[in-house]
């Protein structure tokens, strides 16, 4: 039965992926920094592991925990949605510790099993806020930039062992508690001068018709991991998808 560890399963995007490998017959290791089973399917097949993806020891000992994997869900992530005057240095590190290096860091875990066994998949949760620049969200799209040239590179030293990594880019996802969870966690201190400004591009993102719904996500890691031919970048959403379609034409 194959095997697959998830980042970031106490809510959102990671419950969704971790239901749908559960829901197919998949054994399931759903991590995140405080275990629970809320909001997960009951099932034999999941198995809870704390982790927090930016401590080196809390990584290594939920690896040796999980045992062989099959694949590995990189979904662990934070935002922030503020102007570069607005966000303190501190923040900015925590999340490039986070959503870049943490990613890294698993992925540099799982990998010498992997390549011994010549088989396995990594999958990063990026976003599609990478495809255009926008407003209030330069260090969050850096963050995500950043692991997207990092996939992409690491899959041409991965193909060599018989192992794929593969990128998916969610769209905005008002449904999931990630945007309540970043203002929490990382405050939104707006400075005076960009208030409007910012308070205006929030009130576009809220009015979108086109969004991002968890199984949309789910979907696509289900078949980055199970597609052989699955392309090395996915949109997941509706507006992630418009937002590709737009990127590539431009490039054309």
Request: hydrophobic share 50%; with cysteine; proline share 6%.
């Amino acid at each position: 039965m194959p095997r697959i560890l998830i980042t970031g399963c106490s809510s959102g995007f990671g419950q969704a992926i971790a239901a749908r490998f559960l829901n197919e017959g998949w054994e399931v290791v759903a991590t995140m920094r405080t275990p629970s089973a809320d909001g997960l399917p009951a099932s034999d097949r999941l198995h809870l592991l704390p982790l927090d993806v930016t401590q080196p020891e809390s990584i290594a000992a939920a690896v040796a925990a999980a045992g062989p994997l099959d694949a590995l869900v990189n979904n662990a992530g934070v935002g922030m949605l503020n102007a570069l005057e607005g966000s303190a240095m501190e923040n900015a590190r925590e999340l490039f510790e986070t959503n870049f290096l943490g990613a890294m860091a698993m992925t540099q875990a799982v990998m010498p099993a992997m390549r011994m066994q010549r088989s396995g998949v990594i999958v990063n949760v990026s976003s599609s806020v990478t495809l255009r620049p926008l407003p209030a969200l330069s260090i969050y799209s850096a963050s995500k930039a950043a692991l997207n040239a990092f996939t992409k590179s690491f899959a041409l030293e991965a193909a060599e062992f018989g192992v794929r990594a593969c990128l998916v880019l969610p769209g905005s996802a008002p449904e999931t508690a990630f945007g309540r969870n970043a203002v929490a966690r990382m405050g939104m201190t707006v400075p005076d001068a960009y208030a409007p400004f910012v308070q205006a591009y929030f009130e576009t993102l809220q009015a979108a018709t086109e969004t991002t719904q968890a199984s949309d996500v789910a979907n696509a890691v289900w078949r980055a991991v199970t597609d052989a031919d699955a392309p090395i970048m996915q949109p997941a959403g509706a507006d992630a998808e418009a937002w590709f379609r737009d990127a590539e034409r431009a490039t054309v």
